[in-house]
């Protein structure tokens, strides 16, 4: 529980949450972990059992919505998902939905892979702008669940770089870059899910006289709406540079083929025409060995040498 932009009470009981519900300077929030629907109305019976809608706590249960923004009455919701890398550079996601009155917000996490205590010692630092009540509190959540996106991106573009500079090196088989490409691929597709809605919920927020935030705090919305945008373009550019990659691939390939197939046509019509010649003329020589066995296995074995010499030869230079 916040008063006067400073922290009160950490966790305190029921009897004590019912008498600061009415405090006009009191803020409070209530954290809850993967909660049940009986969670949400046993918060929403301690806020006074009109508070939140049951659309929004239907909402707020839901998984696998996109981000947004809605308003009910003199509150509303933010649902929106934060994301991360992990060790093995797999996109982890945690669903996170806000319930925002005038003197409280609740949270609620699908996990608990969205650590708080950068947001609680942003609050604690920041009392000034505590004061301004849940507004305050639901920016410095969404602030550093875009600082998150950012952080994401950037590995992204990383790995988008690394790839473009292995479509140079002829060392590395195209086949494992366009591997790379589609695994980079499916994650800022993933990305691109969360982070294009995220400029709609900030512009909902940016809208006046729709929802309980103290005006002194619309600066900070109005920044974290430019960074949405600027997400919004890096997004889009890794989208086409992986689309870039793509087709370069596949060019370079079709170039590749055309290659392999310009070397076999012309061995192939360089053995074509001293055979054509010798099989017109009927030019078939006694060879070593011929008339007896030895002369017919052995002639066999250098057959399957030379044909199996043809194919290691083709099989390194990826003709095969």
């Known amino acids: ?3 006067h932009g400073a922290l009160q009470v950490t966790d305190p009981n029921e009897e004590e949450l ?9 803020v409070l929030w209530f954290d809850l972990l993967a909660p049940t629907t009986a969670d949400l109305s046993r918060v929403a019976e301690i806020l006074g059992g009109r508070e939140l809608h049951p659309l929004a706590l239907e909402g707020a249960l839901a998984h696998g919505r996109r981000p947004r923004f809605v308003r009910f009455g003199d509150h509303f919701l933010v649902h929106t998902r934060a994301l991360r890398l992990d060790t093995e550079d797999s996109l982890q996601e945690t669903e996170i939905g ?3 009155t005038s003197n409280a917000l609740i949270t609620i996490r699908s996990n608990d892979a969205f ?7 942003g609050w604690d630092d920041e009392s000034s702008m505590t004061v301004h009540g849940a507004g305050y509190l639901v920016w410095s959540f969404l602030d550093t669940i875009m600082d998150g996106y950012f952080a994401v991106v950037n590995s992204l573009n990383e790995d988008v770089q690394s790839i473009e ?14 591997l790379r490409n589609f695994v980079v691929r499916r994650s800022v597709v993933a990305v691109s899910k969360v982070v294009l809605p995220m400029a ?10 729709r929802h309980p935030i103290d005006s002194e705090v619309t600066p900070y919305y109005q920044d974290l709406y430019d960074h949405s945008l600027r997400l919004t373009e890096r997004v889009d550019g890794l989208r086409d540079a992986i689309e870039t990659i793509l087709s370069t691939g596949l060019a370079m390939q079709g170039n590749s083929l055309n290659e392999v197939m310009k070397k076999l046509t012309a061995w192939a019509a360089i053995i074509a025409i001293p055979t054509g010649v010798t099989g017109y003329f009927g030019q078939n020589i006694p060879f070593p060995g011929h008339g007896r066995a030895l002369g017919f296995w052995l002639s066999t074995v250098v057959l399957i040498g030379l044909a199996t010499g043809l194919w290691r030869s083709f099989k390194r230079r990826d003709w095969l």
């Open 98 to 100: 806000m319930f925002v």
């Open 200 to 209: 709609e919920v900030c512009a909902g927020l940016l809208r006046p006289n």
């Open 165 to 178: 500079d292995s479509l140079i090196d002829e060392g590395l088989p195209v086949r494992d870059i366009q």
């Open 1 to 3: 529980m916040y008063r």
């Open 115 to 121: 650590a708080l205590d950068p947001i609680l010692d």
């Open 18 to 26: 019912r008498e600061w519900r009415v405090d006009p300077d009191a």
